[in-house]
């Protein structure tokens, strides 16, 4: 996967309750986040966790919902 976007928040008031998620971090029982994608032609993001080589979608959000998008500036 390309990792274009490198954190993606989640929620209306940036710095008091939105949810941060960003390559790298790891959640969910030692998983990982390995990749956040977007379909443009859907509105929806994407987020991919990896655990022993494994990848597993982990969480979708819809652009119904307040999103701030942080790309990676080396790709």
Request: some cysteine; charged content about 25%.
């Amino acid at each position: 996967m390309n990792n274009v976007i490198r954190k993606i928040s989640i929620g209306a008031d940036y710095k008091n309750e939105a949810m941060h998620y960003s390559v790298g971090q790891q959640v969910y029982g030692g998983h990982v986040i390995c990749d956040i994608t977007n379909s443009e032609n859907e509105g929806e993001y994407l987020i991919y966790i990896k655990k022993n080589d494994e990848v597993l979608p982990w969480k979708k959000f819809n652009s119904n919902m307040a999103i701030a998008v942080e790309f990676d500036l080396e790709y």
